[in-house]
């Protein structure tokens, strides 16, 4: 389940309800959303930048968010197994083909 996380890193401004989430490992199991109680959100800025977002449901850990480059958020969107954009949506660009 996504928290609405916001932080300030190097002078700029991350904010997950404003971007969009690109991949994640969301996943139903019937009773709670979240993965052995942590989830992994991969957004887009509307100004193309890219970031992770770490949420936890665990006592003493903190929610986060990590800025990536292009390179780092095309590896983490090919590990999450949910997308909801598409990767040409998501990078501008169709994946090279095999």
């Given at each position: 389940m996504r928290a609405h996380m916001q932080q300030i890193i190097t002078g700029i401004r991350y904010d997950t309800e404003k971007a969009e989430v690109i991949a994640s490992n969301e996943y139903w199991d019937g009773s709670n959303w979240e993965r052995h109680g942590r989830n992994l959100h991969l957004y887009k800025s509307p100004n193309g930048?890219?970031?992770?977002?770490?949420?936890?449901?665990?006592?003493?850990e903190l929610n986060y968010i990590e800025p990536l480059s292009t390179d780092e958020?095309?590896?983490?969107?090919?590990?999450?197994?949910?997308?909801?954009?598409?990767w040409e949506d998501a990078f501008g660009e169709a994946p090279e083909e095999a």
């Open positions: 930048r890219f970031f992770a977002g770490y949420s936890t449901q665990w006592q003493g958020a095309m590896q983490m969107y090919e590990d999450l197994p949910e997308h909801p954009m598409s």
